[in-house]
């Protein structure tokens, strides 16, 4: 019997680059099989090369939260996560982890599942994130956000750390903003006045079949009054402090569908991708714009 050592496995291992590498390069080719480059997957001596050769630190902001018993938990980090990655490969960005244990808003915080980090907390965490990246030497960064709660906070850490720093710039854009009411109500997926937005509605159940249809489970939440449509296409925030007889969702779940989620991320990566071309090509034109 072959006595296999410690040792042994970790110098089987020094091969394995060779291995992995072989697999990649047989790796069928198209847009599909790219990957981006992950912060958590440069290795020690790389860090220098990291940052130099990527113009754009992207750092995608998720949630665990209750979203209806249909859907998961990690439903925002799902989306965002997936969305941060196509994005990545398509702007030359650097791919951070997506930051998951964030503030959760006061009438999904008291469900079963929600976690959720107080708000100056979340803002000092988001800031010491934000300084640490900078400080690699970062001067564009990314912010993507997948969770309502985190815009407070999320913005409040981008004030806060661009005041003290030289030469950066922090862009920050909600992904579900690229698909306005307008926009949905004319392609006619979901039959609802605010066009299938709201928390865990059928727009956002579509968005996470898109990447992970089987953690969706219809079955299980039956269609709610269509929520208000309050803006008429002016943004606004409303904050509740409880949401009494709120099952946590929202909206006519059963028109959601992995094909409708597909083409909605779409649209909004293909958005997401434009809007950043536009910032970094433009960098050097002076002003706050
Ligand atoms: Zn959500």
Known sequence: MTHITRRGVLQAGLALPGIVEAAYRDA???KDSEKPKRFEEVVGFEVEEAVAGYPLAILPLGSLEFHGPHNPLGSDAIIISGIAERVAVRTNGLLFPTVTFTQC???TAHFRGTISVRP???TMYFSDILRNILHLGFRNVFILNGHDGNIGPGRGAITQVAAETKDAALLFVNWWEFLSSEMM???GMFHQA??????GGPLETSAVAAFRPDLIHLEKSRDL??????????PYFLQKSTA????GYSGKVSEASSEKGRKLVQISEDGIVKLVENWLSRSEVPGSW
Not at 225 to 234: F, N, V
Not at 244 to 247: G, I, R, V
């Open 105 to 107: 808003p006061a009438y």
């Open 194 to 199: 605010n066009g299938g937005h709201g928390h």
């Open 225 to 234: 009054p269509e929520p208000p449509d309050l803006s008429r296409g002016a």
């Open 28 to 30: 069928p080719s198209g």
């Open 120 to 122: 100056d907390v979340m």
């Open 244 to 247: 009494t007889d709120w099952p």
């Open 185 to 187: 109500k004319t392609m």
